[in-house]
Protein backbone atom coordinates (compact mmCIF):
# COMPACT_ATOMS: atom_id res chain seq x y z
CA UNK A 1 0.00 0.00 0.00
CA UNK A 2 2.57 2.43 0.71
CA UNK A 3 4.71 1.37 -2.37
CA UNK A 4 1.41 2.07 -4.19
CA UNK A 5 0.78 5.47 -2.77
CA UNK A 6 4.62 7.12 -3.51
CA UNK A 7 4.15 5.82 -6.96
CA UNK A 8 1.08 7.99 -7.29
CA UNK A 9 2.99 11.04 -5.40
CA UNK A 10 5.99 10.95 -7.86
CA UNK A 11 4.17 12.14 -10.89
CA UNK A 12 2.04 14.70 -9.18
CA UNK A 13 5.74 15.86 -7.67
CA UNK A 14 6.68 16.21 -11.48
CA UNK A 15 3.97 17.75 -12.78
CA UNK A 16 3.52 20.38 -9.68
CA UNK A 17 7.46 21.12 -10.58
CA UNK A 18 6.24 21.58 -14.04
CA UNK A 19 3.79 23.67 -13.32
CA UNK A 20 6.29 26.21 -11.28
CA UNK A 21 8.38 26.36 -14.07
CA UNK A 22 5.93 27.51 -16.94
CA UNK A 23 4.03 29.61 -14.24
CA UNK A 24 7.93 31.39 -13.44
CA UNK A 25 8.73 31.43 -17.09
CA UNK A 26 5.19 33.09 -17.94
CA UNK A 27 6.16 35.42 -14.95
CA UNK A 28 9.73 36.26 -15.95
CA UNK A 29 7.76 37.19 -19.57
CA UNK A 30 5.45 39.19 -18.33
CA UNK A 31 7.81 41.66 -16.23
CA UNK A 32 10.23 41.78 -19.27
CA UNK A 33 7.53 42.09 -22.00
CA UNK A 34 6.13 45.03 -21.38
CA UNK A 35 9.53 47.24 -20.38
CA UNK A 36 11.92 45.55 -22.46
CA UNK A 37 10.72 43.61 -25.32
CA UNK A 38 7.84 45.71 -26.61
CA UNK A 39 10.29 49.04 -27.15
CA UNK A 40 13.10 47.15 -28.52
CA UNK A 41 11.09 45.20 -30.78
CA UNK A 42 9.11 48.53 -32.22
CA UNK A 43 12.81 50.43 -32.52
CA UNK A 44 13.67 46.89 -34.52
CA UNK A 45 10.79 47.64 -36.74
CA UNK A 46 11.01 51.27 -37.38
CA UNK A 47 14.80 50.35 -38.60
CA UNK A 48 13.50 47.73 -40.66
CA UNK A 49 11.12 49.69 -42.03
CA UNK A 50 13.39 52.22 -43.01
CA UNK A 51 15.54 50.13 -44.77
CA UNK A 52 12.89 48.34 -46.84
CA UNK A 53 11.81 52.15 -47.73
CA UNK A 54 15.19 52.36 -49.00
CA UNK A 55 15.40 49.26 -51.03
CA UNK A 56 12.06 50.22 -52.83
CA UNK A 57 12.93 53.49 -54.03
CA UNK A 58 16.13 51.96 -55.50
CA UNK A 59 14.48 49.18 -57.39
CA UNK A 60 11.81 51.53 -58.29
CA UNK A 61 14.16 54.14 -59.69
CA UNK A 62 15.91 51.31 -61.41
CA UNK A 63 12.71 50.08 -62.56
CA UNK A 64 11.77 53.33 -64.20
CA UNK A 65 15.44 54.17 -65.33
CA UNK A 66 15.51 50.60 -67.05
CA UNK A 67 12.44 50.87 -68.79
CA UNK A 68 13.47 54.61 -70.26
CA UNK A 69 16.63 53.04 -71.36
CA UNK A 70 15.24 49.99 -73.06
CA UNK A 71 12.53 52.52 -74.68
CA UNK A 72 14.48 55.65 -75.89
CA UNK A 73 18.22 54.85 -75.25
CA UNK A 74 20.34 55.04 -77.90
CA UNK A 75 22.92 51.60 -78.00
CA UNK A 76 26.23 51.53 -76.81
CA UNK A 77 27.02 51.76 -80.55
CA UNK A 78 25.40 55.30 -80.71
CA UNK A 79 25.91 56.54 -77.42
CA UNK A 80 30.10 55.90 -77.94
CA UNK A 81 31.87 55.82 -81.00
CA UNK A 82 32.28 52.63 -82.92
CA UNK A 83 33.90 51.30 -85.92
CA UNK A 84 35.54 48.12 -87.11
CA UNK A 85 38.34 47.49 -86.92
CA UNK A 86 40.21 47.92 -90.57
CA UNK A 87 43.21 46.88 -91.92
CA UNK A 88 45.91 49.42 -92.98
CA UNK A 89 47.86 48.90 -95.90
CA UNK A 90 50.44 50.87 -94.85
CA UNK A 91 50.91 49.63 -90.99
CA UNK A 92 49.39 46.43 -91.49
CA UNK A 93 48.74 43.89 -88.11
CA UNK A 94 50.47 47.02 -86.37
CA UNK A 95 47.29 49.47 -86.34
CA UNK A 96 45.78 46.76 -84.27
CA UNK A 97 45.96 47.18 -80.71
CA UNK A 98 48.14 44.35 -79.09
CA UNK A 99 45.63 42.36 -76.59
CA UNK A 100 46.66 40.26 -73.56
CA UNK A 101 44.36 37.79 -72.73
CA UNK A 102 44.85 36.48 -69.38
CA UNK A 103 43.03 33.10 -68.42
CA UNK A 104 43.61 32.60 -64.37
CA UNK A 105 42.90 29.14 -63.03
CA UNK A 106 43.53 27.00 -60.04
CA UNK A 107 42.98 23.07 -59.77
CA UNK A 108 40.24 23.80 -62.88
CA UNK A 109 40.67 19.41 -64.29
CA UNK A 110 37.20 19.63 -65.46
CA UNK A 111 37.24 22.97 -67.54
CA UNK A 112 40.60 24.20 -67.94
CA UNK A 113 40.58 22.38 -71.61
CA UNK A 114 37.39 24.27 -72.53
CA UNK A 115 38.53 27.82 -70.80
CA UNK A 116 42.28 27.79 -72.81
CA UNK A 117 40.88 26.49 -76.35
CA UNK A 118 38.49 29.20 -76.12
CA UNK A 119 40.80 31.78 -75.28
CA UNK A 120 42.89 30.72 -78.04
CA UNK A 121 39.74 30.38 -80.67
CA UNK A 122 39.18 34.17 -79.98
CA UNK A 123 39.66 35.94 -83.78
CA UNK A 124 41.81 38.61 -83.70
CA UNK A 125 45.73 39.00 -85.63
CA UNK A 126 48.07 36.44 -84.55
CA UNK A 127 50.91 38.63 -84.20
CA UNK A 128 48.89 41.17 -82.24
CA UNK A 129 47.33 38.98 -79.97
CA UNK A 130 49.04 37.21 -76.33
CA UNK A 131 47.12 34.15 -74.19
CA UNK A 132 48.51 34.32 -70.60
CA UNK A 133 47.60 31.37 -68.82
CA UNK A 134 47.71 32.02 -64.86
CA UNK A 135 47.79 28.59 -63.37
CA UNK A 136 47.75 28.50 -59.75
CA UNK A 137 47.42 24.93 -59.37
CA UNK A 138 48.51 22.79 -56.11
CA UNK A 139 47.68 19.55 -57.35
CA UNK A 140 51.19 18.20 -59.63
CA UNK A 141 48.87 16.68 -61.81
CA UNK A 142 46.33 19.35 -63.09
CA UNK A 143 49.43 21.61 -63.34
CA UNK A 144 51.18 19.09 -65.74
CA UNK A 145 47.53 18.76 -67.32
CA UNK A 146 47.42 22.54 -68.16
CA UNK A 147 51.06 22.99 -69.10
CA UNK A 148 50.54 20.26 -71.85
CA UNK A 149 47.27 21.79 -73.15
CA UNK A 150 49.30 25.27 -73.35
CA UNK A 151 51.89 23.37 -75.29
CA UNK A 152 49.38 21.63 -77.26
CA UNK A 153 48.13 24.91 -78.70
CA UNK A 154 51.54 26.74 -78.87
CA UNK A 155 52.54 23.81 -81.67
CA UNK A 156 49.46 25.34 -83.67
CA UNK A 157 51.20 28.88 -83.62
CA UNK A 158 49.28 30.39 -81.08
CA UNK A 159 51.24 33.01 -78.89
CA UNK A 160 50.51 31.21 -75.44
CA UNK A 161 52.22 31.91 -72.29
CA UNK A 162 51.73 29.16 -69.08
CA UNK A 163 52.83 31.06 -66.20
CA UNK A 164 52.81 29.46 -62.72
CA UNK A 165 54.10 30.87 -58.64
CA UNK A 166 55.60 29.85 -56.05
CA UNK A 167 53.26 31.09 -54.00
CA UNK A 168 49.39 32.16 -53.57
CA UNK A 169 49.67 35.64 -51.57
CA UNK A 170 46.72 37.40 -52.90
CA UNK A 171 44.99 34.56 -54.86
CA UNK A 172 43.23 35.82 -57.73
CA UNK A 173 44.14 39.27 -57.60
CA UNK A 174 47.99 38.00 -57.22
CA UNK A 175 47.85 36.13 -60.11
CA UNK A 176 46.60 38.51 -62.13
CA UNK A 177 49.16 41.47 -60.68
CA UNK A 178 52.01 38.76 -61.35
CA UNK A 179 51.08 38.16 -64.85
CA UNK A 180 50.87 41.96 -65.73
CA UNK A 181 54.75 42.36 -64.73
CA UNK A 182 55.94 40.29 -67.18
CA UNK A 183 58.07 41.81 -69.95
CA UNK A 184 55.84 41.04 -72.89
CA UNK A 185 52.57 42.60 -71.18
CA UNK A 186 54.45 45.87 -71.81
CA UNK A 187 53.89 45.86 -75.41
CA UNK A 188 49.91 45.11 -74.87
CA UNK A 189 47.26 48.16 -74.99
CA UNK A 190 44.18 45.88 -73.73
CA UNK A 191 43.62 43.11 -71.18
CA UNK A 192 40.89 40.53 -71.64
CA UNK A 193 40.26 38.51 -68.47
CA UNK A 194 38.00 35.13 -68.46
CA UNK A 195 37.56 32.87 -65.08
CA UNK A 196 38.70 29.16 -66.14
CA UNK A 197 35.08 28.30 -67.18
CA UNK A 198 34.11 31.09 -69.08
CA UNK A 199 33.97 30.30 -72.76
CA UNK A 200 33.77 33.80 -75.20
CA UNK A 201 32.79 33.76 -78.53
CA UNK A 202 35.37 34.16 -81.39
CA UNK A 203 34.37 37.47 -82.07
CA UNK A 204 34.61 38.57 -78.73
CA UNK A 205 37.43 40.99 -79.32
CA UNK A 206 36.11 42.13 -82.35
CA UNK A 207 32.82 43.91 -80.19
CA UNK A 208 34.61 45.05 -77.53
CA UNK A 209 38.48 46.56 -78.31
CA UNK A 210 36.95 49.11 -80.84
CA UNK A 211 34.80 50.59 -78.35
CA UNK A 212 38.43 51.52 -76.93
CA UNK A 213 40.14 52.18 -79.92
CA UNK A 214 37.63 55.10 -80.89
CA UNK A 215 36.87 56.30 -77.02
CA UNK A 216 39.98 57.11 -75.10
CA UNK A 217 37.64 57.96 -71.91
CA UNK A 218 36.64 54.36 -71.80
CA UNK A 219 38.43 52.13 -69.48
CA UNK A 220 36.09 49.22 -69.40
CA UNK A 221 33.88 46.94 -71.64
CA UNK A 222 31.87 44.21 -69.76
CA UNK A 223 29.86 41.74 -71.50
CA UNK A 224 26.99 39.31 -69.78
CA UNK A 225 27.30 36.24 -68.50
CA UNK A 226 25.10 33.04 -69.88
CA UNK A 227 24.69 29.79 -67.62
CA UNK A 228 25.11 26.93 -69.87
CA UNK A 229 23.62 25.10 -66.64
CA UNK A 230 20.94 27.25 -65.26
CA UNK A 231 18.66 24.15 -65.79
CA UNK A 232 20.55 21.79 -63.97
CA UNK A 233 18.64 22.57 -60.72
CA UNK A 234 16.10 24.13 -58.83
CA UNK A 235 18.88 25.90 -57.00
CA UNK A 236 20.94 27.20 -60.58
CA UNK A 237 17.55 28.15 -61.58
CA UNK A 238 17.39 30.47 -58.03
CA UNK A 239 20.90 31.66 -58.93
CA UNK A 240 19.38 32.93 -62.65
CA UNK A 241 17.07 34.97 -61.19
CA UNK A 242 19.27 36.95 -58.98
CA UNK A 243 22.22 37.50 -61.37
CA UNK A 244 19.88 37.87 -64.29
CA UNK A 245 18.50 41.12 -62.62
CA UNK A 246 22.19 42.17 -61.76
CA UNK A 247 22.33 41.97 -65.58
CA UNK A 248 19.60 43.08 -66.78
CA UNK A 249 19.09 45.99 -64.59
CA UNK A 250 21.83 47.03 -62.56
CA UNK A 251 24.86 46.62 -64.66
CA UNK A 252 22.61 48.61 -67.45
CA UNK A 253 21.46 51.13 -64.95
CA UNK A 254 24.75 52.01 -63.86
CA UNK A 255 26.59 52.16 -67.83
CA UNK A 256 23.95 54.41 -68.84
CA UNK A 257 23.33 56.62 -66.08
CA UNK A 258 26.70 56.90 -64.51
CA UNK A 259 28.86 55.36 -66.62
CA UNK A 260 29.96 52.93 -63.48
CA UNK A 261 29.42 49.65 -62.09
CA UNK A 262 30.69 46.64 -60.84
CA UNK A 263 33.40 44.66 -62.90
CA UNK A 264 32.12 41.44 -62.45
CA UNK A 265 35.84 40.16 -62.76
CA UNK A 266 35.86 38.34 -65.82
CA UNK A 267 34.47 38.18 -69.40
CA UNK A 268 35.53 41.98 -69.50
CA UNK A 269 38.57 44.29 -71.06
CA UNK A 270 40.15 46.89 -69.52
CA UNK A 271 42.42 49.27 -71.02
CA UNK A 272 46.25 48.76 -69.26
CA UNK A 273 46.93 52.49 -69.15
CA UNK A 274 43.85 53.25 -66.93
CA UNK A 275 44.53 49.44 -64.63
CA UNK A 276 47.60 51.11 -64.31
CA UNK A 277 46.73 54.36 -63.44
CA UNK A 278 44.81 53.00 -60.96
CA UNK A 279 46.79 50.97 -59.04
CA UNK A 280 46.54 47.98 -60.79
CA UNK A 281 45.48 44.65 -59.08
CA UNK A 282 44.97 44.78 -54.99
CA UNK A 283 44.51 41.66 -52.69
CA UNK A 284 43.28 43.46 -49.99
CA UNK A 285 39.63 42.16 -49.91
CA UNK A 286 37.89 39.39 -51.89
CA UNK A 287 36.69 41.73 -54.59
CA UNK A 288 39.77 42.64 -56.26
CA UNK A 289 37.68 43.16 -59.59
CA UNK A 290 35.74 45.73 -57.63
CA UNK A 291 38.38 47.39 -55.74
CA UNK A 292 39.93 48.37 -59.51
CA UNK A 293 36.37 49.57 -60.92
CA UNK A 294 36.04 51.52 -57.86
CA UNK A 295 39.34 53.16 -57.94
CA UNK A 296 39.41 53.79 -61.86
CA UNK A 297 35.71 55.50 -61.62
CA UNK A 298 37.27 57.70 -58.95
CA UNK A 299 40.06 58.57 -61.52
CA UNK A 300 37.41 59.55 -63.96
CA UNK A 301 37.41 56.61 -66.41
CA UNK A 302 34.18 55.82 -67.89
CA UNK A 303 32.77 52.13 -68.05
CA UNK A 304 30.13 50.83 -70.81
CA UNK A 305 28.04 47.47 -70.48
CA UNK A 306 27.12 45.56 -73.38
CA UNK A 307 23.97 43.75 -72.97
CA UNK A 308 23.92 41.76 -75.90
CA UNK A 309 27.02 40.16 -75.85
CA UNK A 310 27.21 37.37 -73.20
CA UNK A 311 29.81 35.03 -72.62
CA UNK A 312 29.20 31.19 -71.44
CA UNK A 313 29.69 30.13 -68.03
CA UNK A 314 28.87 27.78 -65.08
CA UNK A 315 27.11 28.56 -62.11
CA UNK A 316 27.82 26.71 -58.62
CA UNK A 317 25.48 23.25 -58.62
CA UNK A 318 26.23 22.22 -55.50
CA UNK A 319 25.31 24.06 -52.01
CA UNK A 320 28.68 24.12 -50.74
CA UNK A 321 30.30 25.96 -53.35
CA UNK A 322 27.51 28.20 -54.29
CA UNK A 323 27.78 29.14 -49.96
CA UNK A 324 31.63 29.72 -50.01
CA UNK A 325 30.97 32.21 -53.08
CA UNK A 326 28.03 34.23 -51.43
CA UNK A 327 30.50 34.79 -48.41
CA UNK A 328 33.52 35.88 -50.67
CA UNK A 329 30.54 38.43 -52.73
CA UNK A 330 28.76 39.40 -49.58
CA UNK A 331 31.59 40.19 -47.17
CA UNK A 332 34.40 42.04 -49.77
CA UNK A 333 32.10 44.47 -50.61
CA UNK A 334 31.35 45.25 -47.52
CA UNK A 335 34.91 45.00 -46.11
CA UNK A 336 35.50 47.10 -49.25
CA UNK A 337 32.91 49.93 -48.35
CA UNK A 338 34.57 50.18 -45.02
CA UNK A 339 38.46 50.64 -46.45
CA UNK A 340 36.94 53.31 -49.48
CA UNK A 341 34.37 55.18 -47.99
CA UNK A 342 36.37 58.46 -46.80
CA UNK A 343 38.51 57.65 -50.48
CA UNK A 344 35.41 57.85 -52.09
CA UNK A 345 34.25 61.27 -50.38
CA UNK A 346 37.42 63.07 -50.46
CA UNK A 347 37.89 62.54 -54.58
CA UNK A 348 38.09 65.80 -56.21
CA UNK A 349 37.52 64.11 -60.20
CA UNK A 350 33.96 62.82 -59.76
CA UNK A 351 30.80 65.25 -59.64
CA UNK A 352 28.94 65.06 -55.97
CA UNK A 353 25.90 62.87 -57.77
CA UNK A 354 28.22 60.36 -58.61
CA UNK A 355 30.37 60.81 -55.20
CA UNK A 356 26.04 59.76 -54.17
CA UNK A 357 24.62 57.03 -56.56
CA UNK A 358 28.80 54.65 -55.44
CA UNK A 359 28.48 55.18 -51.42
CA UNK A 360 24.49 55.24 -50.95
CA UNK A 361 23.30 53.10 -54.16
CA UNK A 362 25.87 51.01 -55.22
CA UNK A 363 27.77 50.01 -51.68
CA UNK A 364 25.31 50.87 -49.18
CA UNK A 365 21.91 49.81 -49.91
CA UNK A 366 22.48 46.75 -52.02
CA UNK A 367 25.96 45.30 -51.10
CA UNK A 368 24.88 46.71 -46.78
CA UNK A 369 21.72 47.21 -46.63
CA UNK A 370 19.79 44.76 -48.71
CA UNK A 371 21.11 41.49 -47.23
CA UNK A 372 21.13 42.37 -43.73
CA UNK A 373 17.42 43.80 -43.53
CA UNK A 374 16.24 40.52 -45.63
CA UNK A 375 17.25 38.63 -43.14
CA UNK A 376 16.62 41.01 -39.72
CA UNK A 377 13.53 41.68 -40.74
CA UNK A 378 11.96 38.71 -42.42
CA UNK A 379 13.52 35.85 -40.87
CA UNK A 380 13.76 37.56 -36.97
CA UNK A 381 11.77 40.65 -36.19
CA UNK A 382 8.36 39.87 -38.20
CA UNK A 383 8.09 36.61 -36.59
CA UNK A 384 8.75 37.75 -33.44
CA UNK A 385 5.37 40.11 -34.08
CA UNK A 386 3.47 36.99 -33.54
CA UNK A 387 4.65 37.05 -30.13
CA UNK A 388 4.23 40.24 -29.14
CA UNK A 389 1.16 41.21 -30.47
CA UNK A 390 1.46 44.85 -29.13
CA UNK A 391 4.18 45.62 -31.82
CA UNK A 392 1.87 45.94 -34.95
CA UNK A 393 4.08 46.00 -38.47
CA UNK A 394 1.68 48.16 -41.11
CA UNK A 395 0.24 46.09 -44.08
CA UNK A 396 2.81 47.95 -46.36
CA UNK A 397 5.82 47.37 -45.07
CA UNK A 398 4.91 43.40 -44.15
CA UNK A 399 3.33 42.75 -48.11
CA UNK A 400 3.10 45.48 -50.21
CA UNK A 401 6.79 46.68 -50.23
CA UNK A 402 8.49 43.39 -50.40
CA UNK A 403 5.57 42.16 -52.83
CA UNK A 404 6.49 45.03 -55.41
CA UNK A 405 11.07 44.61 -54.52
CA UNK A 406 10.26 40.46 -55.50
CA UNK A 407 8.09 41.60 -58.59
CA UNK A 408 10.41 43.61 -60.12
CA UNK A 409 13.24 41.27 -58.88
CA UNK A 410 11.82 38.49 -61.45
CA UNK A 411 10.81 40.79 -64.50
CA UNK A 412 14.70 40.01 -65.66
CA UNK A 413 14.15 36.04 -65.86
CA UNK A 414 10.14 35.90 -67.05
CA UNK A 415 10.69 32.32 -67.42
CA UNK A 416 11.41 31.22 -63.88
CA UNK A 417 7.99 33.22 -62.48
CA UNK A 418 6.21 30.46 -61.31
CA UNK A 419 9.59 29.48 -59.39
CA UNK A 420 8.86 32.64 -58.05
CA UNK A 421 7.61 31.16 -54.27
CA UNK A 422 11.03 28.86 -54.16
CA UNK A 423 13.26 31.75 -55.35
CA UNK A 424 11.60 33.94 -52.47
CA UNK A 425 12.08 31.08 -49.76
CA UNK A 426 15.29 30.24 -51.34
CA UNK A 427 16.71 34.29 -51.11
CA UNK A 428 15.70 34.37 -47.40
CA UNK A 429 17.59 31.36 -46.47
CA UNK A 430 20.45 32.12 -48.27
CA UNK A 431 20.05 35.91 -46.37
CA UNK A 432 21.23 34.51 -43.03
CA UNK A 433 24.81 33.58 -44.61
CA UNK A 434 25.04 36.93 -46.43
CA UNK A 435 24.36 38.71 -43.12
CA UNK A 436 27.25 37.23 -41.51
CA UNK A 437 29.33 37.59 -43.87
CA UNK A 438 28.44 41.42 -44.86
CA UNK A 439 28.73 42.04 -40.51
CA UNK A 440 32.69 39.93 -40.96
CA UNK A 441 33.03 42.45 -44.22
CA UNK A 442 32.45 45.63 -42.36
CA UNK A 443 33.86 44.37 -39.02
CA UNK A 444 36.86 42.79 -40.52
CA UNK A 445 36.64 39.83 -38.42
CA UNK A 446 37.91 36.78 -38.41
CA UNK A 447 37.76 35.24 -42.45
CA UNK A 448 37.06 38.17 -44.03
CA UNK A 449 39.96 37.30 -46.28
CA UNK A 450 38.98 34.01 -47.09
CA UNK A 451 39.43 32.74 -50.24
CA UNK A 452 37.90 29.18 -51.58
CA UNK A 453 37.68 29.07 -55.56
CA UNK A 454 34.43 27.77 -56.41
CA UNK A 455 33.94 24.81 -57.99
CA UNK A 456 33.06 23.72 -61.57
CA UNK A 457 32.08 20.95 -62.51
CA UNK A 458 32.53 20.98 -66.38
CA UNK A 459 29.25 18.87 -66.86
CA UNK A 460 26.60 20.94 -68.36
CA UNK A 461 29.64 22.95 -70.40
CA UNK A 462 30.72 19.83 -71.22
CA UNK A 463 26.88 18.67 -72.49
CA UNK A 464 26.37 22.13 -74.50
CA UNK A 465 29.74 21.66 -76.62
CA UNK A 466 29.30 18.02 -77.16
CA UNK A 467 25.01 18.70 -78.22
CA UNK A 468 24.42 15.46 -75.66
CA UNK A 469 22.86 15.45 -72.28
CA UNK A 470 25.41 14.60 -69.45
CA UNK A 471 23.88 12.16 -67.47
CA UNK A 472 22.32 13.49 -63.55
CA UNK A 473 24.32 12.52 -60.59
CA UNK A 474 22.13 12.17 -57.64
CA UNK A 475 22.43 15.05 -55.46
CA UNK A 476 20.21 14.13 -52.38
CA UNK A 477 22.80 13.76 -49.94
CA UNK A 478 22.98 14.90 -46.17
CA UNK A 479 25.79 18.10 -46.44
CA UNK A 480 29.30 18.03 -45.47
CA UNK A 481 27.76 19.37 -41.96
CA UNK A 482 25.24 20.72 -40.31
CA UNK A 483 24.82 24.44 -40.58
CA UNK A 484 23.78 25.17 -36.78
CA UNK A 485 22.80 28.78 -37.54
CA UNK A 486 20.47 27.60 -40.37
CA UNK A 487 19.03 24.95 -38.19
CA UNK A 488 18.23 27.50 -35.33
CA UNK A 489 16.82 29.92 -37.48
CA UNK A 490 14.73 27.20 -38.57
CA UNK A 491 13.87 26.06 -34.94
CA UNK A 492 12.92 29.82 -33.73
CA UNK A 493 10.34 30.04 -37.48
CA UNK A 494 9.00 27.03 -36.32
CA UNK A 495 8.16 27.92 -32.85
CA UNK A 496 6.98 31.07 -34.05
CA UNK A 497 4.74 29.71 -36.48
CA UNK A 498 3.36 27.06 -33.75
CA UNK A 499 2.49 30.06 -31.60
CA UNK A 500 0.52 31.70 -34.28
CA UNK A 501 -1.48 28.77 -35.11
CA UNK A 502 -2.42 28.51 -31.68
CA UNK A 503 -2.94 32.03 -30.11
CA UNK A 504 -1.72 34.93 -33.01
CA UNK A 505 -3.63 36.65 -34.87
CA UNK A 506 -1.39 37.71 -37.26
CA UNK A 507 -2.09 34.51 -39.98
CA UNK A 508 1.65 34.28 -40.47
CA UNK A 509 1.95 30.94 -39.69
CA UNK A 510 1.76 29.35 -43.10
CA UNK A 511 4.86 31.28 -43.84
CA UNK A 512 6.44 30.34 -41.09
CA UNK A 513 6.10 27.07 -41.35
CA UNK A 514 7.23 26.91 -45.05
CA UNK A 515 10.48 28.96 -44.18
CA UNK A 516 11.62 26.95 -41.58
CA UNK A 517 11.25 24.06 -43.28
CA UNK A 518 13.58 25.73 -45.80
CA UNK A 519 16.07 26.88 -43.69
CA UNK A 520 16.09 22.95 -42.54
CA UNK A 521 17.33 22.46 -45.57
CA UNK A 522 19.74 24.58 -45.86
CA UNK A 523 20.73 23.63 -42.28
CA UNK A 524 21.22 20.03 -43.85
CA UNK A 525 22.40 20.77 -47.33
CA UNK A 526 19.46 19.26 -48.97
CA UNK A 527 19.92 22.39 -51.81
CA UNK A 528 20.13 21.64 -55.19
CA UNK A 529 18.02 18.59 -55.56
CA UNK A 530 14.89 19.08 -57.03
CA UNK A 531 14.94 19.60 -60.91
CA UNK A 532 12.50 21.38 -62.33
CA UNK A 533 10.20 21.67 -64.99
CA UNK A 534 10.93 25.14 -67.39
Known amino acids: MDRLSSTTIIPDTFQGAKDDLTMQLELVWSQIKAPLIVPLLRIAVFLCLIMSV ?24 KRYKWEPMKDDIELGNSSYPMVLV ?78 MKRSYVKQCDCVAIFDADFQPEPDFLWRTVPFLVHNPELALIQARWKFVNSDECLMTRMQEMSLDYHFTVEQEVGSSTYAFFGFNGTAGVWRISALNEAGGWKDRTTVEDMDLAVRASLKGWKFLYL ?24 CGPANLFRKMAMEIINNKKVSLWKKIHVIYSFFFVRKVVAHINTFVFYCIVLPATVLVPEVVVPKWGSVYIPSVITLLNAVGTPRSLHLLVFWILFENGMSLHRTKATIIGLLEAS ?70 FAFFIMAFGYVGTFVPNS
Open 102 to 179: QVPMYNEREVYQLSIGAACGLSWPSDRIIIQVLDDSTDPTIKELVQLECQRWASKGVNIKYEVRDNRNGYKAGALKEG
Open 447 to 516: RVNEWIVTEKLGDALKAKAGGKAAPKKPRFRIGDRIHLLELGVGFYLFFCGCYDFMFGKNHFFIYLFIQS
Open 54 to 77: MMFIERVYMGIVITLVKLFWRKPE
Open 307 to 330: SDLKVKNELPSTFKAYRYQQHRWS
